[in-house]
């Protein structure tokens, strides 16, 4: 066989894919309308708003599991952005391995970039919203959702900790409005932890975890309870850490080195926090404050430091400093 391990990756791959496809036809997915575009497999038209870190992450994914996708942002610079870095993505999984040249060229023409969101919504059978961690932003695109996608789509938020309940009720359809909370990076993160409100249906979930596998993701699906499972833990660890490089205990990359080696942590709680944004963690942690109490009260040195504009990776400094980076 030509390619080696890379051949190996490849079949690896479609057998991935062939075992997501039987796995929905399993389900008996109500819900969504399944469209055969192409003879290699399956192709189902997903909509990601907001082309952020998050957004264009979701979005590459989508399109390396066969979906037809299209990213939508206003923003034409942060648009460009994330086609700038897809395709950067879609070159390191070719230049590995992980998927072949001809699948990269067909994973690219799958991928669309727009800033018309009512244009894409109305053929949409999974429309996934990205956008920053503002409940009034939410209902904003959520209502337009609502008045433009067909009867039959799919309506995800990738909120990490905000109810889908709420954003449901922002519908006319809140048996078909859940949360799909991916994680960062998301090319990289296995997981994707579902979340039902009080309103969603079981078709609902089962298409979910259903698109879910198809992106190659597993998946855990979950009741809705702020901060689900993954970011009640995560905040608490993360604004722990600020308090104890606020009292002096260590330093950032001292404390991050204890709880990667001392807890096996894949990264330590500032350089997580650096990543996600330390604006995303600080909204996060007002919500779950508001709703779980004082145990969640954010650290002021975290205030301080999104006061500042220190917010991570994305202005050049946060905990760390990028800056050097950012300007390469």
Known sequence: MKGGQ?????????????AALLKLRALHLRVLVFMYRKEEGLMMKVVVIGSGVMGRGIAYTAAAGGFSTVLVDVDEKQLKSAEREIGLLFEK?????????????EAGR???YSHFLVEHVQDADLIIEAVP???EIKRSIFE???QHAHHNCLVATNTSTMSPTEIGSFTKRPDKVIAMHFFNPVHKMKLVEIVRGLETSDETAEAAQAAAVQMGKETVIVKEFPGFVTS?????????AFYMLQEGIGSPAEIDRAIKLGLNY???????????GLDTRL???????????????PAPLLEQYVKAGRLGRKTGRGVYDYSLSVKK
């Open 110 to 112: 799958r991928l669309v």
């Open 144 to 146: 337009v959702i609502d």
């Open 266 to 276: 894949p990264m330590g709680p500032f350089e997580l926090g650096d990543l996600v």
């Open 6 to 18: 890379g051949g190996t990756l490849n079949g690896e791959y479609q057998i991935k894919k062939l």
């Open 93 to 105: 999984a070719a230049a590995s391995g992980r998927m072949g040249h001809e699948e990269r060229e």
């Open 232 to 240: 009640r833990i995560s905040a608490l660890v993360g604004n722990e």
């Open 283 to 297: 909204n996060n942690l007002r919500y779950l404050h508001e709703k779980l109490g004082e145990k969640y009260r």
């Open 133 to 135: 961690e503002v409940m």
